[in-house]
C-alpha cells in the first residue's frame, strides 16, 4: 500500500523470512498526476531506510477495484512462503484489513515470527536546541480541511493549538514541528502560535528521512496526527501520542509493541475528551 506505515507493517512481519523485498507500491491511479514527492508517494524515500529493501517501484491501480482488493484480503505467510519455494517471485501483500479490524499485530500470522523493531537507518542531523531536549509535534496539512474533518473527526487548528500549548505546559520543552511541504502551512501557523506565546520551537519541512528518524529516536516525547510518523516514533521506541481517524476506532494500539501500549504509545481516536489526550502529555 502507499504509506510509511503500510509499507512498514509488511517488512515487520516479510523480512524474518525474506533476506530482500523489492517493494511494488500500490497507489491510486487517479493520483498519478501527483507531485511524484507528494502524499501519494510519501513512502518512496523511507524505503530505502528499511533493512532488506531492495529495488522500490510503484504500480497504479483503480482505487475501487485491485487497491481497496488487496488493502482488505488478509494474507498468509505460510502461503507466500510455498509460493516462494515453488518459484513465485512476486505476491500481493497488506497489513491493512486485519489491523484495521481491531487484530493485534502479533497475532496476525500468530505461528510466524515478527520484528517488532526494525533497525532502520538514521543518520545525525545539526538541529535547534542543541543539547537541549525537546519534543516533536505533526499535525498534517489536511488538518485545514473542512471536509478531512467532516469525513474522519480530525480537530480543527484551534484544537491542535491548544493541544501544544497543553504540551508546553507539561513538559517545559522547545518544540520541533516536522513535516512534508503539503504540511507546509498548517505546521507555519502552529510555530506562529508557539512564537506569539513566548514557547521555543523550530520547523523541518521535507527534511531527508533519516534525519527525521534521528529527530524521532532523540525526542523526550512526539505528538502526531495519524501518520506514518506515529510508526516510526513507535519504532524508536519514543513515547507519543497520536491522534487516529475516528472510522479506525478499533485500530489506536493494534500494531505497537504489546510492551509499550498504552505506555509509551497512546492512541486515540479523535473524537475522544480532549482531557484524557492531554494527560497522556508526560510532565517533566
Known amino acids: 500500500m502507499q504509506g510509511i506505515g503500510d ?8 523480512l524474518p523470512y ?20 507528494g502524499v501519494v508517494r510519501r513512502a518512496e ?12 517501484s510503484y504500480e497504479f491501480a483503480d482505487v475501487n477495484d485491485e487497491y481497496l482488493r488487496i488493502a482488505g484480503t488478509t494474507y498468509s505467510i505460510q502461503d507466500l512462503i510455498d509460493g516462494y519455494e515453488n518459484g513465485q517471485r512476486t505476491f500481493d501483500y497488506a497489513m491493512n484489513n486485519p489491523l ?7 497475532d496476525v500470522d500468530p505461528h510466524h515470527e515478527i520484528y517488532y523493531n526494525l533497525d532502520v537507518k538514521n543518520t545525525p542531523c545539526p538541529r535547534a ?6 519534543f516533536v509535534f505533526y499535525a498534517s496539512g489536511a488538518t485545514g480541511s473542512k471536509d478531512v474533518q ?11 493549538k491548544k493541544l501544544l500549548e497543553e504540551a508546553f505546559q507539561r513538559m517545559k520543552l522547545p518544540c520541533i514541528f516536522v513535516g512534508a511541504s503539503y504540511d507546509s502551512e498548517v505546521l507555519h501557523e502552529l510555530k506562529a502560535y508557539a512564537d506569539m506565546s513566548g514557547h521555543k520551537s523550530h520547523i523541518y519541512i521535507n527534511s531527508y528521512p533519516a534525519n527525521v528518524i534521528w529527530l524521532l529516536k532523540n525526542a523526550k516525547f512526539y505528538i502526531g496526527y495519524q501518520s506514518g510518523l506515529s510508526i516510526m516514533a513507535e519504532n524508536q521506541l519514543t513515547p507519543q ?8 476506532d478499533l485500530m489506536p494500539e493494534t500494531w505497537a509493541r504489546p510492551d509499550g501500549r498504552k505506555s509509551r ?3 486515540f481516536i479523535f473524537d475522544t475528551p480532549f482531557e484524557e489526550v492531554a494527560e497522556a502529555i508526560p510532565v517533566f
Open 7 to 14: 509499507t512498514f507493517w509488511c517488512f515487520q512481519k516479510l
Open 18 to 37: 525474506f533476506d530482500k523485498i523489492n517493494p511494488i507500491v500500490l497507489v491510486d491511479k487517479h493520483c498519478k498526476d501527483m507531485d511524484p514527492r
Open 45 to 56: 524515500s523511507w524505503l530505502p531506510l528499511f533493512p532488506g529493501c531492495g529495488k522500490v
Open 100 to 106: 484495521e479490524r481491531g487484530v493485534m499485530i502479533e
Open 129 to 134: 536546541f542543541e543539547g537541549s531536549d525537546y
Open 150 to 160: 467532516k469525513a474522519t473527526g480530525a480537530w480543527t487548528l484551534t484544537k491542535w
Open 241 to 248: 501520542i497520536e491522534l487516529i481517524f475516528n472510522h479506525y
Open 265 to 267: 504509545h497512546n492512541g
